[in-house]
């Protein structure tokens, strides 16, 4: 507006005004700021600006930042603008939050070129494209990797995909596949290339080209991991070659196991449990070859038992008490000459120290090989008598042995087999068996804890976790420079970040000396180590035809040198805590995995050890499951050898938590097995409980004692009685309230309790639908999360299992509040259930039609009877019949009891908050039970209610907090309507058109038209009653208006017609009238309405198409309600209709007036109601 620089003090304001009327000074304004600037920027959307700046200021450059466009060029053009000009420029802002690699400035680089774009110069002449002519099975010469030529079929690009072409390595195949991803050259594709930080290709990439390699190799594709992020490519070859190494046929046939609630993980205390050997099952004379440590006293006269027994061929491995690494060379060879006999038996007799996880990986690689393990126990000098003993009970075992077996025994002879017990971690508000008291926690601001096995994987996330909670120190011992290993700087960073103290010092664990000197000058910066977690180890995965000796021992020495090593450098004295960490493939074997799997064996068995010397030291050893996204499992693909054979991953966040219950349970055994579930080991055995027979665990598929089940069950109508009465639309619905059974039989199956639990944050998120003539399966998942929560959900064969369609948590510590709501002492209504509301109203049939009588019914609660027992059975005749929970036919009434309450719709059941579930056995000798409810809040077409139900005598038996139910089916309202209900229908509907909430009722007249006004007063008594909800004495004005007492100074009204009451309240003025529609001549309506209520109704019939005399009766209800509520002139128009006509709305100053034309079931003319308030809208 000025053409010039604005002086501070400048009403912006103003000149904005001015701008619109006046003419603006554009070019004089540019001319001036150009006349200093270097470079003109346009900010803002578009770019129309740019171009009238070019015409005005030609020599100076003008950009358009072009703020609304979908990329960041003009942004970016601005900026390179400033910077060819000289201005500084952060680019900070730029990269935030972005991935970017570093370019060095003092190298030279060479970029990817278009072959099209360095063409040289020159004069070209197209000339057309002719057809190929290559016969049938020619092939054409390409540049093959390594610059030789190659054949290859005509037609096929040079570089395109193939299947598998002869001679290719894994790593062949995945530089290949890479390469064409990633539209690179092969030759630019390295075995150290990492597909994601380097390619650039995707993760959803990287696990195309590991299915496709997978496909062309013939093996099974692995299962996503997250290693993919941080692997080369030579990594995940070397995976792919060592699943391919162990594969087996049921590798290739998938798994078909049953998903459940959810991933978990668990610590499980090794049992041995008392067990007689089986029977023996004889097949034909063999011969056995003997493997021996020297002077073995049972050797001998075990090898020549067993080769007189008809038990086929096998190799004998016999270990003595102090078997340690010298023995492998022992234990290869007798694994050897197990594999070149195929079908042949192994038997393992040792002491807590043998070849277990070597016996353990042999069954798993050679499942044909019928493996038996015997730990004994010290045995010394044996007698005659005692070697005839021993070996008539190994030789026994050895018969009974069909696939794998583990036999224990212990000094006094008994007969143990190990078997992993759960141990339930306490609830969130619970403690432990035999907890610490507080100030007793394992780890205290004054340890320091010695970790060794670097500052990376499952050991570095774990101890940086005890050191956050704890305030411990932490010496890290690791063999990794920080300055060249990126991992280990992170982490070391993240301890630093998280205020943790701590030292980090190079040495190899497997090297005394080494440890010596770190542990040294750990105490000289930190202080007495006064804890060590030994998380050491080394997995390289090879089957055992592989395996030498040298390999085999190179796996031990960092996890049984490495522990000792640790413990020689420390005082004992001085240790209060000793964490090691092993691996479940110590306890169950693993294909591949032979020599870890002993490693992990002896590691808990040293460990063990130290805890019978030292018992004031605290030992656990930790059998850990592979972990998922840190650890060596992920990391070299363990993971998914373990995966493939039925194990879950541990992720840090569970894996970690476990840890802490355990540390803070003292009673925790030394040694425990944490994992998730362990589908296809038979070299682990989990304990086994009987299932009661329950109709709804018709067919387990996943069971863990005490931990998770999975149950299935087939519905039809033929087999579940009670569908047939839960038809809606033409669908049998499985009742929610069996639903809640279905969970309860499962969740008591699961953990043996025979208490009823109280079900909370319940869904009902998809209906289970049967078809009327045919089948659906359901699919029953328990979790039990802690001692005494069970997560519970509930699947349909309609959805393929892959949707929740029922969930809640079953509590079993939650006990019903010690409250009631009080004794029922209003008559029962005037409302037969099964004559007026199952059918027309209630969609529910026989078995669930147990709804009594109301005592109240409003729109925002009621008071009912309903019958406790239906009588009737539920299931067919070839299925349990018992029930677990009262019967479901009553509390499915509870809730379908609401429905009048919102009578217009259909209600469904989507949610329960908490239900406080009755005892059946309180419930057993009640002929009727009372249901109290009251409507807490209502969203759009979702209610939540609350329900009390009592006894008779008012005694609290179950509680429902937070019903929520849904509307479906809406009606119109066009009747004809049962009295009782029309008053839940209006008030709900009026809260929509009139400016304050009333509370209806419409109470059927018991004899017909009432005479008198006493009869009258009485009718009009009860229905104050109902509306209210409450008791409540009316008494009247001289001007015959009632008034009720003990309400707070609420107004009332009522009305007499069509052999109904009509009542309401509210708090301000209110009036009502209720009147049947009888056809008058139009000058009879005249004279009642007056000519302006005349013309008025002229104006509703014609706007709504509705007959003249229904128009007049609106016109003359809304005038009787005006008159009530004490309008002495009432002048009122049309304020609009909804509900199809049905409702239409009149207004006289600021009072409104809601008119409802319908029918009742009583009389056959159409009735109006009408219900006045004051207020605006």
């Not at 007799?349 to 690689?365: C, D, M, N, P, S």
């Amino acid at each position: 507006m000025t053409g010039s620089v604005l002086a501070a003090d400048t009403d912006v304001a103003e000149l904005l005004e001015r701008q619109v009327v006046q003419p603006v000074r554009f070019e004089q304004a540019l001319t001036a700021l150009a006349a200093d600037a270097d470079l003109l920027v346009e900010v803002g959307p578009g770019r129309i600006l740019r171009g009238l700046a070019a015409e005005i200021c030609p020599d100076v450059p003008v950009i358009s930042m072009d703020t609304d466009s979908d990329s960041l060029t003009g942004t970016l053009q601005v900026l390179a603008g400033a910077y060819a000009l000289g201005a500084a420029v952060s680019t900070e802002a730029l990269f935030a939050d972005r991935f970017t690699r570093p370019l060095p400035l003092d190298k030279v680089f060479q970029f990817l070129a278009s072959p099209t774009e360095s063409a040289p110069d020159g004069d070209f002449t197209a000339i057309p494209a002719t057809a190929a002519t290559v016969t049938a099975g020619a092939t054409a010469t390409a540049p093959a990797r390594g610059g030789r030529a190659a054949e290859q079929p005509a037609g096929q690009a040079a570089g395109a995909a193939s299947a598998g072409q002869p001679g290719e390595s894994t790593l062949d195949i995945l530089l290949r596949l890479a390469a064409e991803r990633a539209e690179l050259p092969l030759e630019a594709v390295r075995a150290d290339s990492n597909a994601i930080d380097e390619l650039h290709l995707s993760s959803i990439t990287v696990g195309q080209i590991l299915a496709q390699t997978s496909r062309e190799l013939g093996v099974t594709a692995p299962l996503a991991t997250s290693a993919m992020a941080t692997s080369t490519l030579a990594e995940l070859a070397a995976m792919l070659d060592e699943l391919a190494a162990t594969e087996t046929a049921a590798d290739a046939a998938g798994s078909d196991t049953a998903p459940g609630v959810g991933p978990w993980v668990r610590a499980f205390a090794v049992d041995r449990t008392p067990a007689a050997a089986g029977p023996a099952l004889d097949t034909a004379a063999g011969s056995w070859t003997l493997f021996s440590s020297e002077r073995h006293p049972l050797a001998e006269a075990l090898a020549a038992e067993l080769s007189a027994r008809p038990l086929g061929s096998g190799v004998l491995l016999c270990l003595p008490e102090d078997t340690d690494e010298e023995h492998t060379p022992l234990m290869l060879a007798a694994v050897r000459a197990v594999l070149a006999q195929p079908g042949t038996r192994f038997v393992a007799v040792g002491h807590r120290r043998g070849a277990a996880g070597l016996a353990k990986t042999l069954h798993l690689e050679s499942p044909d090989v019928a493996t038996t393990l015997v730990t004994l126990p010290p045995t010394g000098d044996l007698s005659a008598e005692q070697i005839r003993h021993w070996v008539r009970r190994i030789s026994a075992d050895v018969a009974a042995t069909s696939g794998f077996s583990e036999v224990f025994y212990d000094r006094s002879g008994g007969r143990t087999v190990p078997v992993l017990r759960p141990l339930q971690p306490a609830a969130p508000d619970g403690a432990p068996a035999g907890a610490a008291e507080p100030g007793s926690q394992a780890l205290t601001a004054g340890d320091v804890l010695l970790v060794t096995g670097g500052g990376k994987g499952i050991t570095a996330e774990c101890a940086l976790a005890l050191a956050r909670d704890s305030g411990a120190s932490l010496a890290l011992l690791g063999r990794s420079d920080p300055a060249t290993d990126p991992e280990l700087a992170m982490n070391l960073e993240r301890m630093r970040a998280a205020g943790v103290t701590f030292a980090y010092l190079r040495a190899d664990v497997t090297s005394a000396d080494e440890v010596k000197a770190a542990v040294s000058a750990a105490t000289e910066r930190l202080g007495t180590v006064t804890a060590v977690l030994h998380g050491s180890g080394r997995n390289e995965p090879q089957g055992l035809v592989n395996l030498d000796e040298s390999s085999f021992r190179r796996t031990l020495a960092p996890k049984i040198s490495g522990l000792e090593a640790v413990l020689a450098a420390t005082d004992p004295a001085d240790l209060k805590l000793l964490i090691t960490f092993g691996s479940i493939i110590g306890r169950a074997g693993l294909r591949g995995e032979g020599d870890y799997a002993t490693a992990n064996d002896w590691l808990t068995d040293l460990t063990e050890r130290v805890h019978e010397q030292h018992p004031h030291i605290r030992c656990l050893a930790l059998e850990w499951s592979v972990w998922s996204g840190a650890g060596m499992g992920e990391r070299l693909g363990v993971l998914e050898s373990l995966m493939r054979d039925g194990i879950a991953p541990i992720s840090p966040e569970h894996g970690i938590a476990v840890l802490g219950q355990l540390l803070a349970d003292p009673a925790a055994p030394t040694s425990v097995v944490v994992m998730g579930r362990a589908e296809g080991l038979p070299t682990l055995t989990l304990p086994h409980r009987e299932l009661p027979l329950l109709r709804f665990l018709e067919r387990v598929q996943v069971h863990y004692a005490g931990v998770e089940l999975v149950a299935d069950a087939d519905l039809s109508a033929t087999d579940d009685l009670y569908l047939p009465d839960h038809l809606l639309d033409g669908d049998l619905l499985f009742p929610a309230v069996l639903g809640m059974e279905a969970m309860t039989q499962a969740a008591r199956a699961l953990t043996g309790r025979d208490t009823v639990p109280t079900l909370r944050d319940m869904e009902f998120l998809r209906p289970i639908v049967v078809p009327v003539d045919g089948s659906t399966t359901i699919r029953v998942a328990v979790l039990a999360d802690d001692d005494r929560t069970v997560r519970a959900v509930i699947r349909s064969s309609e959805t393929g299992f892959k949707a929740d369609h029922f969930s809640a948590v079953l509590d079993y510590g939650d006990r019903l509040p010690e409250v009631s709501p009080g004794i029922a002492t209003e008559p029962l209504l005037a409302l037969d259930p099964h004559t007026e509301l199952y059918g027309p109203v209630l969609f529910q049939g026989g078995r669930f039609q147990q709804l009594l009588g109301y005592r109240q019914l409003q729109a925002k609660g009621c008071v009912a009877e309903v019958s406790s027992h239906s009588g009737a059975t539920w299931f067919g005749t070839f299925h349990p019949g018992d029930l677990l929970l009262s019967d479901p036919g009553a509390r499915d009434t509870m809730m379908h009891a609401l429905q009048c309450c919102v009578p217009d719709a259909t209600l469904l059941p989507a949610g329960i908050e908490r239900l406080h579930l009755a005892d059946p056995a309180a419930v057993q000798g009640l002929d009727k039970l009372v249901l109290h409810a009251t409507e807490r809040s209502r969203t759009g077409d979702t209610y939540l209610y609350d329900l009390d139900v009592t006894d008779p005598e008012g005694r609290l038996l179950e509680r429902w907090t937070g019903l929520r139910l849904q509307a479906v089916r809406k009606q119109d309202g066009a009747g004809p309507w049962v009295p009782a209900l029309l008053g839940p229908y209006l008030q709900r509907r009026t809260e929509q058109f009139l400016p304050q909430e009333l509370r209806v009722a419409v109470h059927a007249d018991p004899d017909g038209p009432l005479e008198g006004v006493a009869a009258r007063r009485a009718a009009t008594a009860a229905a104050v009653r109902i509306a209210l909800g409450a008791p409540a004495e009316v008494r009247y004005r001289p001007d015959g208006k009632p008034e009720a007492t003990g309400i707070g100074g609420a107004g009332i009204s009522a009305s007499h017609g069509a052999g109904v009451t009509l009542a309401v309240s509210g708090a301000g003025q209110v009036g009502c009238d209720v009147e049947p529609v009888i056809g008058r001549a139009a000058e009879d309506w005249a004279g009642l309405l007056g000519a302006d209520g005349a013309a008025l109704a002229d104006l509703l019939a014609q706007e709504n198409g509705e007959s003249p005399d229904l128009a007049a009766t609106r016109v003359w209800c809304a005038i009787e309600c005006l008159r009530k509520t004490g309008h002495a002139r009432v002048e009122l128009v049309a304020a609009g209709a909804a509900g199809n006509g049905r409702w239409v709305m009149l207004r006289s100053g600021d009072s409104t007036v809601a008119t409802f034309a319908t029918t009742l079931r009583s009389a056959g003319e159409p009735v109006v109601f009408a219900l006045c308030a004051e207020g605006s809208v």
